[in-house]
């Protein structure tokens, strides 16, 4: 028996606060949880809802992003959406708003395309493929 529902969220530090929250909001369908100042003690950070119980956690620095590949030449992380059509919609998003976004590849399990945020960080964004005698995926 476990204790864990899943992750509870993802920290990303940006010298771009706005820009970033843009980004994921705008063109990904994130919604902005909060946002605080910066304090004596914090940064200025934001939180922003990805999904079910799900979070990032987008933190203001001085210092730039890593914007290197995991070792298997993807981001490491990555967001889903619920199916092809929306990956289809989102990477034309990206597209259209000027950032980076690679062609979609067929995984065995889901479609899959890395795209760059604005501070060149690596994100993939993925939609779970239909098992055989399941339902059909809404959204």
């Known amino acids: 028996m476990t204790d864990l529902f899943g992750i509870n969220h993802l920290t990303l530090s940006t010298t771009h606060l706005d820009r970033l929250v843009t980004y994921y909001t705008e063109l990904l ?28 956690m987008i933190v203001e620095t001085a210092t730039a992003a890593t914007t290197g590949l995991d070792p298997l030449g993807r981001a490491g992380w990555g967001l889903r959406v619920g199916t092809y059509a929306r990956l289809c919609e989102v990477r034309e998003r990206i597209l259209d708003a000027g950032w980076p976004a690679g062609p979609i590849e067929t995984l065995p399990t889901q479609w899959t395309m890395t795209a760059r945020d604005p501070d060149g960080r690596p994100v993939d964004v993925r939609a779970h493929r239909p098992r055989p005698g399941s339902p059909p995926p809404v959204g």
């Not at 950070?45 to 799900?54: K, L, P, T």
Request: charged share 25%; aromatic share 8%.
């Open 29 to 56: 369908g994130a919604t902005l949880a909060f946002e605080r100042a910066a304090t004596a003690a914090d940064p200025r950070f934001a939180v922003i809802d990805v999904g079910g119980d799900d979070h990032l």
